[in-house]
Structure formats: structure tokens, C-alpha cells
């Protein structure tokens, strides 16, 4: 007889065989099964054959109350205007079937995409879903809604002041005195990719900007983390288009910034995430290639006890030896690390659907 342990691992080995097995019918790369004492938990949060749209992409995560709930925007491809905001939540060991939460419809019925979503949970504050809505990065704008009982039910969308783009990729933090500080970013066409941080001490309710953080000619640089070290030491990394993460510091809780600079980890212009562990170390999320060296595969974990010092420690998602990588794509990836210490991990998995990844960096070395 299977020990139950032993049989939930057949089990999962399994369903990524036959999910393999439908992925080459579709043209799509082998489903790799993690094997790692870090890992505790990996599946899809649809399965291929039950995806609701055609692509999706930018995934997002929270854990409110022992529920698990994911975001991100999926429609016909990203730009399009059918492009909607997606939710599931995962209770009693299963998730929901997806349901479109918002969109970008105006009263006037013209429809916009919307992109980015980003959950969020303040200390004694309702669960937060910003998201971006517009024809473009150069002209979209800002929209939050709530939820009280832990993303089952959410409130109207509420458009953000002019100016309040909101978190462009990754989660804000909040520090110990309830400040929030909110990683933001603009892409203009004159003055390039620059990156900024917006804050609120009321939870929300009104935020205040700072000003851009690189000059966007240097760097070419969005979306950044935030890292928390203590007593008032931040770090920021961004993405940025010069093959490479790029790091600023602050020394004064984000008063003021140190000048943009290169941290030794490339980059292929795709999208990181990152958190403070609460055992003092920072645990980041990255492709590590540079432009040139194909699409954005691996996927891969890197630890550091100082952010300057980074070591590979995991491949998410591994380069596959002898097989043509074009096409495939592992990125956008969002990790959080809930109260229990455990890491919760979503991630674009070749557009087709999100995977989630949950791991305990006790045993990450």
C-alpha cells in the first residue's frame, strides 16, 4: 500500500506527464516536476486544457487568512482590449475555477486592455487589487478594488489620483510604523523608463510620490522591488534594458536614494520579484540571462545576506538540454512569504497558463 506522501508525489508526477504529453500535441516544452527538498508544493493553477483565455501573463499573490488568492490578466494576447484581470483562490487544497474581475470597459463602451495586477495586504486593511488600464505603459492609469472576505467578493474599481500609477509589477511593503511604500515606475517616450515610489500612511486611502530615481538615459529601468533590511536600510532592484538588475539604497526608510547602479545579476529585460525573509536574508526571483541569450528561460532563485553578494541557489524552470528554447517563456515572476514562513511563487508559463510554486527557504543553501 502508498504511503499517503509517497502517493501525492505519484499523483503529481503523474498529471504533469499527461500534461507534458498534451503540451507537445500543442507545440509547447516538457513539463519539468521540481525535485528539491525546498519544494513543498507545485501545480498549475489551470490546467491547459481548461484555460479561459487564450494567453495570460503577469501573475500575482497573496495569502489572506490561510486563502490563497492569484491574479493576473489574461485575453486574446497582452495590448488587446479584450485583456482582462483575473482571479482564483485556492481553499481546502484547490483552486477556483478563474473569474474575470475587472476590465477595462469605459462608460462610453469603449474597451482599453488592463495589465499588472498586484495584490496586497496592509496590517488592518482590507485586501487590495491595483491594476493598470489603458491603451499603452505610456498612457495607461491606475485602479484599485478591495475585498473583505479574502478575494472571494470585491469591491468597484476606484481610479487612483492623477499622477498615482500605483505598484507597476511588485507588492509594496509596509514598514513598521504603517507606512506603505510602493514600488512605481513610468515609461515615456521622452523620457525614457524611470522608476519612482508612492506612499501612504493611511492605509491607502491618500498617497503622495516621490520623484523619479534614475534619469532613464544611464538606466532604462521599471518596475523595482523592495527589500527591507531594518532600521531604515531599503534596496531597490529593477528591471532594466541594459542587460543587467540595477540597485538603489536608502538609509532613511525611502527619504532619500542613493544614484541608480549595476548589482552583478543580468538580466534579459524581464521582470524580477524579491522579499526580505524573516531570517535576515533577501530571496530574489530572476532570469538570469542577458538580452542576447534567448527568451526568458531559466527561471531561476538567488539568495543574498547583504544584496550586494548573490547566489543562484534553485532553477525554477531549468534550460532544457538539446531542445530549440525559442518560444518558450518563464517570467513575471511574484513571490511573497506568508506568516507560517512558507514562499508562496507565481510565474507565466509560456503565456499559457500560471504556475505556483510553494517552498520552504529554510532549505534553500
Not at 507537445?24 to 516544452?29: A, V
Not at 531604515?232 to 532619500?256: F, M, P
Not at 547566489?311 to 538540454?321: A, F, I, N, S, Y
Request: with cysteine; net charge negative; charged share 25%.
Amino acid at each position: 500500500m502508498f504511503k499517503p506522501k509517497l502517493m501525492k508525489s505519484l499523483l503529481l508526477f503523474c498529471s504533469l506527464i499527461i500534461v507534458s504529453c498534451k503540451g507537445k500535441m500543442e507545440n509547447l516544452p516538457e513539463v519539468i516536476p521540481l525535485e528539491h527538498p525546498a519544494i513543498l508544493e507545485q501545480e498549475f493553477i489551470y490546467e491547459l486544457e481548461d484555460a479561459l483565455t487564450p494567453e495570460c501573463h503577469a501573475s500575482t499573490v497573496e495569502v489572506s487568512n490561510g486563502v490563497v488568492i492569484a491574479s493576473w490578466f489574461g485575453g486574446t494576447e497582452e495590448k488587446n482590449d479584450d485583456v482582462g484581470i483575473w482571479v482564483a483562490r485556492k481553499t481546502a487544497g484547490s483552486w477556483s475555477t478563474p473569474t474575470e474581475v475587472a476590465n477595462g470597459v469605459q462608460k462610453d463602451g469603449t474597451r482599453y486592455p488592463s495589465w499588472n495586477p498586484v495584490l496586497f495586504k496592509p496590517k488592518d486593511g482590507p485586501l487590495f487589487l491595483f491594476y493598470k488600464v489603458g491603451p499603452n505603459p505610456q498612457e495607461w492609469w491606475g485602479l484599485y478594488m478591495t475585498s473583505t472576505d479574502d478575494g472571494k467578493t470585491w469591491s468597484d474599481p476606484v481610479e487612483l489620483p492623477d499622477g498615482i500609477l500605483g505598484p507597476i509589477k511588485n507588492q509594496p511593503i509596509q514598514l513598521a510604523n504603517g507606512e506603505i511604500i510602493s514600488p512605481s515606475s513610468t515609461e515615456d517616450d521622452t523620457d525614457g523608463w524611470r522608476i519612482h515610489l508612492e506612499f501612504s500612511s493611511d492605509n491607502g486611502k491618500t498617497w503622495s510620490k516621490s520623484a523619479a530615481l534614475n534619469d532613464g538615459k544611464e538606466f532604462g529601468a521599471i518596475q523595482p522591488v523592495v527589500l527591507n533590511y531594518g532600521n531604515g536600510k531599503l534596496q531597490l532592484l529593477s528591471r532594466t534594458e541594459n542587460e543587467v538588475i540595477s540597485e538603489n539604497w536608502s538609509a532613511d526608510y525611502g527619504k532619500t536614494w542613493s544614484a541608480m547602479q549595476a548589482i552583478s545579476l543580468p538580466n534579459p529585460n524581464s521582470g524580477i520579484d524579491g522579499v526580505s525573509l524573516q531570517d535576515g536574508r533577501q530571496l530574489l526571483v530572476y532570469n538570469p540571462t542577458g538580452k542576447n541569450w534567448g527568451d526568458r528561460v531559466p527561471l531561476s532563485l538567488a539568495l543574498s545576506n547583504d544584496g550586494k553578494n548573490w547566489k543562484r541557489v534553485l532553477d525554477l524552470e531549468p534550460l532544457r538540454e538539446n531542445t530549440d528554447k525559442k518560444g518558450e517563456e518563464y517570467s513575471y515572476p511574484t513571490m511573497i512569504q506568508a506568516a507560517d514562513g512558507k514562499v508562496h511563487i507565481v510565474y507565466t508559463w509560456n503565456r499559457k497558463t500560471v504556475k505556483y510554486i510553494v517552498l520552504d527557504p529554510q532549505k534553500l543553501n
